[in-house]
């Protein structure tokens, strides 16, 4: 049986930078790439109706339970089988993005969330949460203006949202510093690379690559 694989999340407010940052690094360890929410055909259809400002807006406890049904599919059918198999795998988003935006953002409280976070993922939980930290203006700078055609409905929300966000990113991070690693991502997107990739193998060492 081949090693179990390891699982990076990259998390951060939107307009932070982690995308790239989650490309890069999958690049760099040759590891899987994907996202949440809407990595598998439910969870498309999921993205839909929680993110596209021409559907009907979810109440805040819906959203939560919507995100947790992604999340899922998305650790049944993507992330398991993948580690299973021995495949590193680098997330655009977890299980953190959830208490930070539905527990902080729209204060649903993150106590309260966690066992519904922990059940939708089956216990699975990233082996490094790597935090992609921007200060909000910077942020909203970088994706244009919030309320712009192109923003989803929860960049819509505005700068008093996002902050409420980034507290609960760092308060996540403080907590579990073993588990977290916070990356100042107002630094040029190569340096900011480099710092995430030396963190990862300091951290979780090096994927194996086939034949090993």
Do not use: N
Not at 80 to 101: C, F, I, K, N, Q
Not at 118 to 135: E, I, K, P, R, Y
Not at 180 to 198: L, N
């Amino acid at each position: 049986m081949p090693a179990r694989g390891r699982l990076v999340a990259l998390e951060g407010i939107d307009g932070c930078g982690k995308s790239t940052q989650a490309r890069a690094l999958a690049d760099v360890l040759g590891a899987r790439l994907t996202h949440e929410p809407g990595a598998t055909p439910l969870g498309a259809s999921l993205r839909r109706l929680l993110l596209s400002p021409d559907t009907p807006p979810p109440t805040p406890r819906a959203e939560a339970l919507l995100m947790a049904a992604d999340r899922a599919e998305h650790v049944a059918r993507v992330l398991e089988p993948a580690l299973a198999a021995g495949e590193w795998v680098v997330t655009d988003r977890y299980a953190a993005s959830t208490l930070a935006y539905q527990g902080w953002g729209r204060g649903l409280g993150a106590q309260e969330l966690a066992p519904l976070v922990s059940w939708a993922t089956a216990g699975l939980a990233a082996d490094l949460s790597v935090l992609v930290d921007v200060d909000v203006a910077l942020a909203a700078a970088r994706r244009g203006d919030a309320g712009d055609a192109g923003a989803d409905r929860l960049e819509r929300l505005g700068p008093e949202f996002a902050a409420r966000v980034r507290e609960g990113f760092l308060a996540q991070a403080q907590a579990d510093p073993a588990h977290w690693f916070v990356v100042d991502g107002s630094r040029p997107a190569g340096e900011v690379t480099a710092h995430i990739v030396e963190a990862v193998r300091a951290r979780l060492g090096e994927p194996r690559r086939p034949g090993e």
